[in-house]
């Protein structure tokens, strides 16, 4: 892993951005892997302004979220699909038939699930994956137990999760029980992987992933074993 120690968010923010747009540069057909939650919302704010400016399109480009909330119509404020749209997709020329998040509203989201994965084999690899990481270690919604080799499945939120993710919502009760997301083996057939980690209250989890066990307790510590890594943080550990 290589770690790149940032000052603060923006910093992050520009770093991440400045590989991402290298790397749609060099293969305007790059297959990116794309993360929701608050940590990436900078990055994709530069990646909009750095389309505005003329210096990147995201036309040929195909992308594949982490994850998506069972039980969420894609039109729901709170649905990650309208989180992309809103924080990237609506504001660069990228072909929408192109972008892929899971259907939370799928009849039956294991099919779902299924299907995802398809689409991964047939349209991937994924040249570049970015992640955020969860308080309890998690990426996309893989929950610690989660095993290494598994592949796009549905998902039961651990509480930590729900709480976490309650500031979004109106209330705790609100927050959907379930999700679906691309599994931990789907990750790591990614060619490149960002993981961006922002804030104090994380370090002791960044810790744990980078100098501790590669332990299915903690999910994210399994990008230890990959061989194309960058962690970008303003944590100082
Ligand atoms: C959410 C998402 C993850 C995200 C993580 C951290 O639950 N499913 O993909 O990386 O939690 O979120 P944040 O960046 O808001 O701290």
Do not use: W
Request: glycine letters at 6%.
């Amino acid at each position: 892993m290589e770690i790149i120690t940032c000052k603060d968010n923006e910093e992050l923010s520009a770093k991440a951005a400045e590989i991402i747009i290298n790397k749609v540069t060099e293969g305007p057909n790059a297959v990116l892997g794309l993360a929701t939650g608050s940590t990436p919302v900078k990055t994709y704010e530069n990646l909009i302004q750095a389309y505005k400016d003329g210096k990147v399109s995201f036309k040929n480009v195909t992308t594949f979220n982490l994850d998506e909330y069972v039980g969420l119509a894609p039109d729901h404020s709170n649905s990650y699909t309208h989180f992309m749209n809103e924080q990237l997709f609506d504001h660069i020329d990228i072909d929408k038939e192109k972008t892929h998040i899971p259907n939370g509203l799928a009849d039956k989201s294991e099919k779902e699930s299924e299907d995802f994965e398809q689409k991964i084999a047939e349209q991937g690899p994924i040249d570049l994956q970015i992640l955020g990481l969860g308080l309890n270690g998690h990426i996309g919604f893989n929950e610690p137990g989660t095993p290494f080799n598994q592949r796009t499945h549905v998902v039961e939120l651990d509480e930590i999760t729900r709480q976490s993710n309650a500031r979004f919502f109106d209330e705790l009760s609100q927050v959907p029980t379930h999700a679906i997301s691309m599994g931990i083996g789907t990750i790591m057939e990614a060619k490149e992987i960002l993981l961006l980690v922002h804030g104090v209250q994380k370090a002791d989890i960044l810790k744990e992933v980078v100098h501790g066990e590669v332990t299915e307790k903690v999910p994210a510590s399994i990008l230890q074993t990959h061989p194309n890594v960058k962690v970008i943080t303003d944590i100082e550990f």
